[in-house]
DNA sequence: AGGAATGATTACCA
DNA sequence: TGGTAATCATTCCT
């Protein structure tokens, strides 16, 4: 028996066909309408057991003469049709998937944190927003800020690591199906749209692990942040002289204590701080002055002094200079002297409804703001509350309250202010246009 | 230990 | 975007 014989014996389930029919697919339709006997079980059995005896070179002899079978394509194709149209229709619908709204924001998130993407400053970049949200001191800071960056190249590393990981995993169990499938398709009815759809089910699989792995990426790199933000939590009171500098600042700009950009790098450098962390101190001095102006009173008064002490030692040194230029006139960098105005304040005299000021600080307000602030009104009376004895129960600090800084006072209370002035003139000798 | 002081954060606003 | 107001969390001081 050749090979060609004995796989057409084996094919017994196509209807026992003989040799000479074998080659021609209308006679295999003509038998089997004509309804030829049915080989019985018996026969199937001992084909099988035929099968069974036979040694593997026989096997893949036949297996090779069975692909080369010139009927075999039609066969196989409409074998993959029947198939298609009856098993896999049922999932084929759901093939193309729209890109996973949860893998997309993992992914963007990774981006941002510098875990996935180019590798190229990401880490440290993420760790510059966060030491710039949390504002910390430089110093310290990048001591953290070095430790953040070192535990989030861990975590990438191993993310790169894992997800190279999986993809190879992916990649040969992908090959390793394809093959497979390749191979039995040889014998069995597979088509190539269903290879494909299998590597897609393969991917889709392989791709909800990666989603695993980009949240616990995620999470770690949260955690790491949390940590990192906690850290920079625990603060640490400015030394000194910082504080001394920010409120002799303050103190001299008290009628507009907004410190420009520049001004609040030139602060920031003079106190070892950030730029936020000046802005923080400006944004909380403000408040709790404002808050408690009667609080304040003394220091505000101490500094009052320290910086009018200031400027009158330097126009004493220039003029020693005999210098014609008033002292400087040309520095941009320093505050001292040129906003030295505000502290002046509570020498100045006063005339009539309106305040009068010393030349000073009339040019430093001049620009700013015609009508003097409430706090700033208030502060004054309270700078002048040597000169002035204000009523024990008049608290300003009430009233300012409820007041923003630069907003111009009601002239109800512009009328107290004056009022105070006037009963103040019984105290000390007043000009009588007070 | 407990309250005050203070730097940082957050929500909201113009 | 920068400011205010409230609040949190930590440090300082008594």
Not at 4 to 22: C, E, H, K
Not at 36 to 57: C, R
Request: net charge neutral; glycine share 6%.
């Amino acid at each position: 028996m050749d090979d060609q014989t004995r796989m057409l014996a084996g094919l017994g389930g196509l209807g026992g066909l003989s040799q000479a029919d074998v080659g021609d697919p209308d006679s295999v339709r003509k038998q089997q309408s004509l309804g030829q006997p049915q080989q019985d079980i018996g026969d199937i059995l001992q084909q099988i057991m035929a099968i069974t005896d036979e040694s593997l070179d026989e096997a893949q002899a036949r297996k090779h003469a069975l692909n080369c079978h010139r009927m075999k394509p039609a066969l196989f194709s409409v074998l993959c049709e029947i198939k298609e149209k009856t098993v896999l229709s049922i999932r084929g619908v759901q093939e193309e998937d729209p890109p996973d709204p949860q893998i997309m924001r993992l992914d963007n998130m990774l981006l941002a944190e510098g875990v996935s993407g180019p590798e190229k400053g990401g880490g440290s970049a993420a760790a510059a927003a966060a030491a710039a949200a949390a504002g910390g001191s430089p110093n310290d800071g990048s001591i953290e800020h070095s430790d953040y960056r070192a535990k989030l190249a861990q975590i990438r590393q191993i993310y790169h690591s894992e997800l190279e990981k999986y993809e190879q995993a992916c990649s040969e169990f992908t090959n390793h199906v394809m093959n497979l499938l390749r191979e039995q398709s040889r014998t069995r009815p597979i088509s190539p749209k269903e290879i494909e759809r299998m590597v897609a089910i393969i991917h889709r699989k392989f791709s909800s692990i990666q989603m695993q792995l980009k949240q616990s990426t995620c999470e770690a790199v949260m955690i790491l942040r949390s940590r990192f933000l906690d850290a920079r939590r625990k603060r640490r009171n400015f030394n000194k002289q910082a504080t001394e500098v920010l409120n002799e600042y303050f103190y001299s700009h008290l009628s507009n204590p907004y410190p420009s950009e520049e001004a609040k790098e030139e602060l920031a450098k003079k106190c070892g701080i950030t730029v936020s962390q000046v802005s923080n101190w400006f944004g909380n001095k403000r408040i709790r002055y404002k808050k408690n102006i009667g609080k304040f009173q003394e220091e505000a008064n101490l500094y009052a002094v320290k910086t009018a002490v200031d400027a009158a030692n330097v126009s004493a040194q220039a003029s020693q200079a005999n210098s014609p230029a008033t002292p400087n006139s040309g520095s941009s960098g320093s505050y001292t002297l040129s906003h030295a105005g505000d502290a002046y304040l509570g020498l100045r005299s006063l005339d009539g409804d309106g305040v009068s000021v010393t030349p000073a600080v009339q040019q430093q307000q001049v620009g700013t703001e015609d009508v003097p602030s409430m706090p700033f009104l208030f502060h004054t009376c309270l700078q002048c509350s040597d000169l002035f004895p204000f009523p024990q129960s008049y608290s300003p600090s009430l009233e300012c309250r409820a007041l923003s800084w630069k907003r111009t006072p009601p002239s109800s209370l512009w009328h107290c202010f004056i009022s105070f002035l006037r009963q103040s003139s019984t105290a000390i000798p007043l000009s009588p246009s007070c």
